[in-house]
């Protein structure tokens, strides 16, 4: 419940922040990310953040477990083997059938979903 605005996820981003170098932490810039709320919510959450998971339409460009609403396809991700990651990394969009998973990476094609207790990768973005 929550989605990621609430996420234990989103609260250890303040933890990797703190351990980045210091000249990209004075570069990073806070970006105003959009969630929807989680467990049956398709409300969609506004929240600021300068570490973010990418949401499911921000990696491929579409809405296939998530709800709509949350952002647009970054360019980077628009090729192929710019979204072939290991470990299946989590991504901050909820599953929008169900309160216990959230979408991640499942190749460079196909998301998929998991749950929030499973044992994904992280690959979180930052803008500057």
Known sequence: AGGWASSMMRARM????????PVLKENIKPVIKKTAGGGNNSEVISTIDKLFLFSEIEFYGRNKYSVAGEGEQ?????KKENRVLENYPWLRSPYRDGSHYFCCV?????????SANGGNGVAFGFCI
Do not use: V
């Open 14 to 21: 303040e933890k990797f922040f703190a351990i980045l170098p």
């Open 74 to 78: 970054y360019d980077y991700f628009t």
């Open 106 to 114: 499942y190749g460079a094609d196909d998301s998929d979903c998991n």
